[in-house]
């Protein structure tokens, strides 16, 4: 799966995406990243890529030239991949969101808005908008790297043998279930692990993971 970014902090993305799982997805070659710098785009000498809102207001607003030229770039690198702006106006990111784009096998390209926004035009541009929560945070990297984490996970081969089926049996739709989890000592500062999962009944453990499995 091919993954583009455009943003004006590709820093940001190397620690995240290049520690654990997600490394791992690209030393199996099942994921590849690369950045598009947005101010490479910039217009002028200066590479401008923010103005001021039309009607005035605080802060500054990416123009569209820019955004939509770093779009249309990464759709030359990878003509059928989707679209993705994260903003705080877009529809609450699920996880069957993410099931569902680590399905479709194709490229995806993140856009990662700063400021205090983006030209609306841009939106003729873009597949899908999702919000990560109810919160205002000052870019689109965080959101963009958390859809990644979320999506990558589910490409097949990337957690191998690691996944246990019996926790994804629980993971339906949106409903994020989990079940407690215990490992060694058996008896951590008076603590015992339930008896139960000592007993080695699968059925009679699957029972209790059932009863005690939490809605996120
Ligand atoms: N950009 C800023 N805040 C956001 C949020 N909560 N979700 C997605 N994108 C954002």
């Known amino acids: 799966m091919k993954i583009q ?121 873009i597949d899908r908008q999702y919000c990560i929560g109810n919160y205002v945070l000052t870019g689109g990297e965080l959101p963009v790297m958390i859809m990644i984490d979320s999506i990558v996970r589910l490409v097949p081969g990337v957690l191998g043998g690691e996944t246990s089926t019996e926790i994804e049996s629980f993971q339906q739709d949106d409903e994020s279930i989990e079940f407690p989890q215990y490992t060694r000592p058996e008896d951590f500062h008076g603590r015992r692990v339930p008896e139960v999962l000592l007993s080695g009944h699968h059925g009679e453990i699957a029972k209790w993971r059932a009863e005690n499995a939490r809605k996120a």
């Open 5 to 125: 970014i455009i943003t004006l902090f590709p820093d940001m993305f190397p620690g995240v995406l290049g520690a654990s799982m997600l490394w791992k997805a690209q030393e199996r070659n099942l994921v590849e990243f690369s950045y598009i710098n947005l101010r490479d785009f910039g217009l002028g000498p200066r590479q401008q890529v923010d103005d001021t809102p039309y009607g005035g207001g605080d802060g500054m607003l990416l123009k569209p030239e820019p955004l939509v030229a770093a779009i249309e770039l990464a759709k030359q690198n990878d003509p059928e991949a989707l679209v993705i702006l994260p903003t705080p106006r877009g529809a609450v990111y699920k996880q069957s969101d993410a099931k569902e784009l680590a399905e479709r096998a194709c490229g995806l390209i993140f856009l990662c808005p700063r400021y205090e926004g983006y030209d609306e035009r841009i939106i003729e541009w």
